[in-house]
């Protein structure tokens, strides 16, 4: 079946640190990619996604890569935030299905 | 601006009760779901509606059944609330076809289900 496996938190990075984290998804058929992110105490806000092999999203300064290749949709940013810190969360949607599959999570800690 | 509305941020309930939970979207979507969210499981989708009075089954759904008789309400209903049911629940909108990947899903805050 469909699944998304991401790497395990929590991440803690330093301001202005470089952040990745990993991806990768199992599919049959193409799906379309997605980045969600969780703040503390709230729901979930869409960060970014990529409908095809090769397309890039980007948003608030965070990209990921649509790696048909690799299966893989890693999530990064050149230089985080205090303000960044947030449970992230990758997911897959295919054409033919009305919902979303998430992966686990990673919490994200950066500090000041 | 658009909105999921959850009834209850936080909700403490006993062992054997019934239990409602209630969502509200503002959008006009034509689809709701209802997840749970437990460390290191991330979110199940519990139950999922495509229309008014339409339902069907995700990947977790005993211990829970769901109510939509109004497009923009989507009840999830513990029918007898056991401890293994205390989790954080999340609903979500989406509209149909190439706007749910426009637009993703909508969440509401989520309610933090404690049962004792």
């Known amino acids: 079946g469909n699944s998304v496996t991401q790497m395990e938190g929590p991440v803690t990075l330093s301001e202005e640190a470089f952040l990745t984290i990993n991806c990768t998804y199992t599919a049959t058929g193409y799906p379309s990619l997605f980045w969600y992110v969780q703040y503390p105490g709230e729901g979930l806000q869409l960060l970014l996604k990529?409908?095809?092999?090769?397309d890039k999203g980007s948003n608030k300064g965070f990209e990921a890569t649509y790696r048909k290749e690799t299966t893989s949709f890693h999530l990064e940013k050149g230089s985080v935030q205090v303000s960044d810190s947030a449970v992230y969360f990758c997911a897959l949607w295919m054409d033919s299905s009305y919902k979303l599959i998430f992966g686990s999570g990673t919490r994200l800690l950066v500090r000041p | 601006d658009v909105k999921v509305t959850q009834s209850s941020r936080y909700l403490v309930k006993r062992t054997g009760e019934k239990v409602f939970l209630e969502c509200v979207q503002d959008m006009d979507h034509e689809n709701m779901f209802w997840y749970r969210q437990d460390p290191g499981l991330g979110l199940r989708l519990i139950y999922f509606s495509y229309d008014v009075k339409m339902k069907e089954k995700g990947d977790i759904p005993e211990g829970y059944s769901v109510s939509r008789e109004k497009k923009e309400r989507f009840s999830l209903i513990l029918e007898s609330a056991s401890t293994n049911q205390t989790s954080m629940y999340l609903c979500?909108?989406?509209?149909?076809?190439?706007?749910?990947?426009?637009?993703?899903?909508?969440f509401g805050s989520g309610t933090r289900l404690t049962v004792v």
């Open positions: 990529a409908t095809k092999a090769d």
């Open positions: 979500a909108s989406s509209p149909t076809g190439q706007g749910a990947f426009d637009y993703g899903y909508t």
